[in-house]
């Protein structure tokens, strides 16, 4: 399992915390040291059947000061992939990736439910 967080975000704490009380083995990556790699977004968006939009972190302020909310609905979804990318602060934390699943956020009752 792969835990995918940035480690001032309070919502990743929470995810983190509600993991390790559960005894729940993960490996750690920080996405803004270690950003995603298109091939890793491609998989993921794919196993997940999501929505690509859902892997954008809307209330970013990178995601904000690039105007993308106005220019994502023009962008193919291989544009989306690449521009995803190239930044982690774009994408949606935390990320947690197992064989089967992948969890974009955190709410407790998900995580309840699909782990």
Sequence with gaps: MLFLHYPKCTTCQKA????????????????????PTYDELK???????????KFFNTSGLLYKSMELKDKLPNMTEDEKLKLLATDGMLVKRPLLITDDKVLIGFKESVYEEEL
Excluded: A, P, V
């Design 43 to 53: 998989k993921w968006h794919s196993q997940s059947g999501l929505d690509i939009k």
């Design 16 to 35: 983190k915390n509600y993991l390790d009380t559960h005894h729940i083995t993960y490996e750690i990556r920080d996405i803004k040291q270690n950003n």
